[in-house]
């Protein structure tokens, strides 16, 4: 059975950091992309960001250059560490997992997390 568990969320200020992170088990680690996606309140989910284990990356139009995402295939991890953060990054954020390629669809996604809520007042 497949799980991705994330932590790391929390309510912070505009302009602080916090460090998403996503253990998977019962997969092949390596075999898979890893990504973020994020639905702020009342909108669709929507892809953010996924690296594959070589550490190639795709982002989506709204990533910020002040965020980073990492993986750490020994661990089954995958982080992303987001700094100086603004209200409009307010979002659940979801850990997914898709067989060996990268994917602008949520449907096409293969495993998903329960989501980690990251809430940024101003």
């Known amino acids: 059975q497949v799980q991705l568990v994330e932590s790391g969320g929390g309510l912070v200020q505009a302009g602080d950091s916090l460090r998403l992170s996503c253990v998977a088990s019962g997969l092949t680690f390596s075999d898979f992309v890893m990504g973020w996606f994020r639905q702020a309140p009342g909108k669709e989910r929507e892809f953010f960001v996924a690296i594959k284990s070589d550490g190639s990356t795709a982002t989506a139009e709204s990533w910020k250059g002040q965020f980073t995402i990492s993986r750490d295939d020994a661990k089954s991890a995958v982080h992303l560490q987001m700094n100086s953060l603004t209200p409009e990054d307010t979002a659940t954020y979801y850990c997914?997992?898709?067989?060996?390629?990268?994917?602008?669809?949520?449907?096409?996604?293969?495993?998903w997390g329960k989501g980690t809520l990251v809430t940024v007042s101003a």
């Open positions: 997914a997992a898709r067989f060996r390629e990268f994917s602008w669809s949520p449907g096409r996604w293969n495993y």
